[in-house]
């Protein structure tokens, strides 16, 4: 089998939000199509071609339809769209309520083939304070900005805004675009008050997802951008690991 495709295609795209409105955005597409080795040995021109089809209305609804009309031009055995594009939401502040747009990286991943798959990914940043830091020192303690990449494949329509919430609601404390001073002692206080390992922020995640009821399956990392060490720290715990861990209990 090979796996032939376009990459890097930079398109706008128009995403539902939960206020009952149309965002409009800019995404980095990906198609691709996985060939018996005895098909066409070139199927870019159909791919680009059924990408054109659909450029007036990108969003997540094509997504069933485009990838069966490229299996079915190319008598391929699956195909598979990625969408990977910047998600804004309006945040205000924990105490001036002053607002500011925060940025979410996030992505739909379709699959087509013997079965039909639909991932969604939210990358979601948020402050970690160490808690060994905060135990062994007489004042302070380091904290950093880390990042959870939460992909889900869900049961039925999840909103981006409740993935994004969903993860957000994990860390030491949330992140936040716009800040004044009443506000930056509110976070920094509350992150202190609230020490976490980044296995400690994965786990949390992991729960949360676990028992959504939408959620039929998921995967967490979470990446801490360390402030004193020249590297950063990592966890990831998906939905197949917590089973087989409660099962081994």
Same mark, same amino acid.
């Given at each position: 089998? =090979? +796996?032939v495709g376009l990459k890097d295609i930079v398109h706008p795209i128009r995403i539902r939000n939960k206020a009952g409105g149309l965002q409009e955005t800019v995404a980095d597409l990906g198609l691709r199509a996985t060939m018996p080795r005895q098909g066409r040995e070139s199927c870019v021109g159909v791919l680009v071609a059924a990408l054109n089809r659909y450029q007036a209305d990108m969003s997540a609804a094509i997504f069933p339809k485009l990838l069966a009309e490229v299996r079915g031009e190319l008598e391929a055995e699956s195909a598979t769209l990625e969408m990977a594009f910047p998600f804004f939401l309006a945040k205000a502040a /924990? *105490? =001036?309520g002053t607002t500011s747009?925060?940025?979410y990286r996030c992505q739909f991943t379709g699959t087509s083939g013997a079965g039909s798959d639909l991932f969604l990914t939210v990358r979601v940043p948020v402050t970690t304070l160490c808690p060994c830091s905060k135990e062994i020192s007489s004042a302070g303690a380091h904290n950093q900005r880390a990042l959870i990449e939460l992909c889900v494949r869900p049961r039925r329509f999840l909103w981006l805004e409740d993935l994004i919430s969903l993860a957000e609601s994990c860390g030491s404390c949330e992140v936040y675009a716009l800040l004044k001073? /009443?506000?930056e002692k509110h976070v920094t206080e509350a992150a202190y008050?609230? /020490?976490m390992f980044v296995e400690d922020v994965v786990r949390q995640v992991a729960q949360r997802a676990l028992a959504h009821p939408d959620i039929n399956w998921? +995967? *967490?990392g979470v990446e801490s951008f360390e402030s004193i060490h020249n590297h950063s720290a990592y966890a990831y715990l998906d939905a197949?690991?917590?089973r087989e861990g409660d099962q081994a209990q």
């Open positions: 089998m =090979t +796996s /924990p *105490v =001036t747009l925060m940025e001073r /009443p506000d008050r609230n /020490p998921f +995967s *967490v197949d690991g917590l």
